[in-house]
């Protein structure tokens, strides 16, 4: 089963309030879960965020997965380290040399029919209607 630590969505309408729980991956979002982590108030100010850090821990080593929203919040509060960063480029490596553009195909006396048949279209787009009786 695979564990996701993700936001259940709670509240009234444009009143958002978000429990922080444990849920298997294959549940929609406000569905079954596990446990509750927390909570996260995006409405108050400034917003309130409140999770036990120590169960969020045993359930990263037991190899749950937090969402991307979820671990965001998690980041800023310093409970789970921040993302790797992308290796740097070192300094003697050489650029690439620009790669060079395509020749233009050339034009066949297929696609200059083509072409004249299009433009024929274009010149006269009404089809005359038929009367109404």
Request: aromatic residues 6%; hydrophobic residues 35%.
């Amino acid at each position: 089963m695979a564990v996701v630590i993700r936001m259940m969505r709670a509240g009234a309408k444009k009143r958002p309030f978000y429990r922080v729980v444990v849920a298997d991956s294959r549940r929609q979002r406000d569905g079954r879960f596990v446990e509750i982590l927390g909570y996260y108030d995006p409405m108050a100010k400034p917003f309130a965020f409140k999770i036990d850090e120590e169960k969020v821990k045993a359930w990263i080593a037991e190899g749950a997965q937090p969402s991307t929203q979820a671990a965001s919040l998690l980041r800023q509060h310093g409970i789970v380290a921040a993302r790797a960063s992308k290796p740097t480029k070192k300094a003697d490596e050489k650029k690439k040399a620009p790669v060079a553009r395509k020749k233009p195909r050339k034009k066949t006396e297929r696609r200059e029919k083509n072409k004249a048949a299009r433009v024929k279209k274009k010149a006269n787009p009404k089809k005359p209607q038929p009367k109404k009786k």
